[in-house]
């Protein structure tokens, strides 16, 4: 009888205790929650930066010097002309820096909640209504796809400010960002190929 009961065990659902060691190994996963809670300061860092740069381009459309020479600095918008009051060119750049901040804050939040959620316990969010849609189906392997594509649009906005700074940028700063930017795309592909491989769709892809 006392050889059936992990197979009882296992029928039944209910698993039996783990061992020192593989309990030891098991329980050390909980080390990473320091790295997460580091991320959560880190967001909250990017939090206050953004809230900053915002109250700066108000007081800035508002007539304040102060504040433009601030946004112009942040921003390493260089001209010729000097710069008395917000242009278009000036805006533009602002409000690329704060999706620049908003994209990598959601950046961190998959970092934090996915990892979390993958690496070291559940939390056990089914039902709630604000659940994030992609937490549901959450893996390694789709979190490696959903942060290449974040870190892709990073990139594309880092390249954009780039392109209507191009007079700030040498020929060689521009053809390497470019560079850069490409090979992120082609490193998005060959992970989402890779991850296509390892678990082709329902049916063969057809």
């Known amino acids: 009888m006392s050889n059936l009961d992990p197979l009882l065990q296992n029928r039944t659902g209910k698993s039996s205790p783990l061992r020192p060691l593989p309990n030891l190994i098991f329980a050390s996963r909980w080390l990473q929650l320091p790295l997460y809670l580091g991320l959560i300061v880190a967001q909250g860092v990017y939090v206050v930066h953004f809230l900053v740069e915002l109250l700066h381009l108000v007081e800035a459309a508002f ?16 001209t010729t002309a000097p710069i008395n009051t917000l242009n278009e060119t000036v805006i533009m750049l602002v409000v690329l820096a704060l999706i620049d901040v908003v994209m990598i804050s959601n950046l961190l939040i998959m970092v934090i909640v996915g990892g979390y959620e ?3 316990s559940r939390m056990n969010l089914e039902g709630h209504r604000d659940q994030p849609e992609w937490l549901s189906h959450v893996n390694a392997s789709v979190l490696k796809v959903k942060l290449a594509t974040a870190i892709i649009g990073i990139s594309s906005i880092h390249l954009l ?10 020929d060689r ?4 960002q470019t560079a850069i930017h ?4 082609l490193s998005a592909m060959a992970i989402a190929y890779t991850d296509r491989l390892m678990s082709p769709p329902p049916g063969g892809g057809h």
Do not use: M, P, R, W
């Open 63 to 78: 007539g304040s010097e102060e504040a433009l020479k601030s946004l112009i600095t942040s921003i390493g918008y260089k």
């Open 182 to 185: 490409i090979a992120f795309l």
């Open 161 to 170: 400010k780039t392109f209507i700074n191009a007079d700030n940028y040498s």
């Open 173 to 176: 700063v521009l053809i390497a």
């Open 118 to 120: 993958t690496f070291v």
